[in-house]
Nanobody, 126 residues
């Protein structure tokens, strides 16, 4: 099994930045890729960004392209989400997720992930 623990959430003003971290432990050798999802109040959980664990390929949802950057440190078994130019619409609980399956990033959704963290709250004030 794989355990994921997020950190780095908080309150920030619009236009500001935050960096989220996700530390993985357990049987991490099985992981093919890691991703970030988010869930705003009253909305479904949605995909934000993904990165392959070995090759480092990345993929983003359109609404965060140019503002968010996903990266990983394999030695630390940690994935990061650098969030810049934050908007009130980015307010959500952000979840780290992982999958053992080599599926296309464009097919990532809640049902395709094998592992989940408990989430970290990001609040962007106007």
């Amino acid at each position: 099994q794989v355990q994921l623990v997020e950190s780095g959430g908080g309150l920030v003003q619009a236009g500001g930045s935050l960096r989220l971290s996700c530390a993985a432990s357990g049987r991490t050798d099985s992981i093919y890729a890691m991703a970030w999802f988010r869930q705003a109040p009253g909305k479904d959980r949605e995909f934000v960004a993904a990165i392959s664990w070995r090759g480092g390929s990345t993929y983003y949802t359109d609404s965060v392209k140019g503002r968010f950057t996903i990266s990983r440190d394999n030695a630390k078994k940690t994935v990061y989400l650098q969030m810049n130019s934050l908007k009130p619409g980015d307010t959500a609980v952000y979840y780290c997720a992982g999958t053992d399956d080599s599926i296309y990033f464009s097919d990532y959704d809640v049902g395709t992930m094998d592992y989940w963290g408990k989430g970290t709250l990001v609040t962007v004030s106007s």
